[in-house]
């Protein structure tokens, strides 16, 4: 029996999904790719993931597809180091050369880019994505639909809001409120 996987999106992120999904098996899969505009057909032997990196557009389609009772599964490089005191949600991707330490709770429909660091006993929201080389220090709280730019640093034991965003190569060392962007070291309030 041939399983395919349905990668919801078309842009970059979906090239990276197809790679990783390439990466883990070798034979009986086929990939489709679906687009917004296009209607999503069900059937048990799909394998749905969401490729978009926006956290407010993955969390919508997520949602969309829980109604209509399709789930998502969990993709990980097989290169990726997981505690086994871990835990992590469905519909969440990780990919290559990746660190989970012990206690660390990854919530749904998450982007883990490669080479990132997440400390012990740190928790990552729902839909958030953490883009390629950062790190995140142990005993850190992450709200849900955050965006983590590339090589940014958040040091342990930071709280963060959900709905927020810091910029690549930022090194984060203070509690952001829900719905701050840091960038450049400096915090702005979304509206």
Not at 25 to 34: A, D, E, G, H, P
Not at 74 to 92: A, D, E
Not at 102 to 129: E, L, R
């Amino acid at each position: 029996m041939i399983s395919e996987f349905v990668i919801l999106g078309n842009g970059d992120g979906s090239k990276e999904v197809a790679d990783l999904i390439n990466s883990n098996y070798k034979k009986n899969f086929s990939i489709k790719f679906v687009n917004k505009k296009q209607k999503i057909k069900y059937s048990k032997n799909y394998f749905f993931l969401i490729s978009m990196g926006k956290p407010k557009i993955r969390e919508e389609i997520f949602y969309v597809l829980k109604k209509k009772k399709i789930k998502l599964i969990k993709l990980i490089h097989k290169s990726v180091y997981i505690s086994k005191f871990s835990k992590i949600g469905l519909g969440t991707i990780i990919y290559a050369n990746t660190t989970i330490g012990s206690g660390v709770k990854i919530g749904k429909n998450c982007i883990i880019g490669a080479n990132v660091s997440i400390g012990h006993d740190t928790v990552v929201g729902d839909n958030s994505v953490i883009s390629p080389g950062s790190c995140i220090g142990g005993g850190s709280k992450i709200g849900k639909n955050f965006f983590c730019g590339l090589n940014a640093t958040i040091i342990p034991y930071i709280t963060v809001g959900k709905e927020c965003n810091i910029s690549a190569a930022t090194i984060l060392k203070k509690n952001l409120k829900s719905k701050t962007k840091f960038i450049d070291g400096r915090s702005i309030k979304l509206l």
